[in-house]
C-alpha cells in the first residue's frame, strides 16, 4: 500500500480557530498556574473559587462541575484540596442531606482578591495593544460559538 505524500494543506479559518482557542487556553492555564502557585492555588482550583465567589447562592457538586467544565471526581479532589487550605467548605441541603452544597470560607476572600488581581494583570498583560473594538469583536464571536456547543 502506497503512503500519501506528505502535503502541507492551508490553514482554513473555520478550522484553524478552535486549534488556536486550545493553545491560547493551554498557555492561559500555564501562566495562570504560575502566578497562582505562590498563593497555594492552580488554575483549576481559581476557576472554581471564581464561580464559587461570582455566584448568588452556594451550588451543588454537580452544578459547581459543570459550571467549570470538569467531570465530578476532578471536582472533589479539587474541593478536598480547597477544604484542606481553609477556602472552601461543603455543606450539607437543608432539603436534602445527601445533597452537598459547596460555598467559599471566609479565608477565600483575601485569598480570591490576591489570585483575582493575577487573573487581571495577566489578562491585562495579554490584550495590551488590543484595540479595544477587536476585543469586543472577538469576545462577540467566542460567546456565538459558545451558545452553539
Known amino acids: 500500500m502506497e503512503s500519501s ?6 490553514e482554513q479559518a473555520s478550522e484553524s480557530l478552535p486549534i488556536a482557542l486550545n493553545d491560547v487556553a493551554r498557555a492561559w492555564r ?11 492555588l492552580s488554575s483549576a482550583m481559581w476557576a472554581v473559587i471564581r464561580r464559587l465567589a ?3 447562592a452556594a451550588l451543588t457538586q454537580r452544578e459547581l462541575a459543570e459550571a467549570v467544565g470538569i467531570e465530578g471526581p476532578t471536582l472533589v479532589r479539587l474541593l478536598d ?5 481553609g477556602i472552601a467548605r461543603r455543606v450539607s441541603d437543608p432539603r ?4 452537598k452544597r459547596v460555598e467559599l ?4 476572600r483575601q485569598n480570591w482578591d490576591a489570585s483575582l488581581k493575577a487573573g487581571l494583570e495577566l ?6 495593544g488590543i484595540p479595544p473594538k477587536d476585543l469586543e469583536t472577538t469576545r462577540t464571536v467566542l460567546r456565538t460559538m459558545l451558545e452553539r456547543l
Not at 505524500?5 to 492551508?10: G, I, M, N, Q, R
Not at 470560607?105 to 477565600?108: G, L
Not at 489578562?123 to 495590551?128: F, G, N, V, Y
Open 5 to 10: 505524500p506528505s502535503v502541507a494543506v492551508p
Open 30 to 40: 500555564s501562566r495562570l498556574d504560575e502566578r497562582l502557585r505562590p498563593l497555594g
Open 54 to 56: 461570582t455566584g448568588q
Open 81 to 85: 484540596r480547597l477544604e484542606q487550605h
Open 96 to 99: 436534602d442531606r445527601r445533597i
Open 105 to 108: 470560607a471566609e479565608q477565600a
Open 123 to 128: 489578562s491585562s498583560e495579554l490584550t495590551r
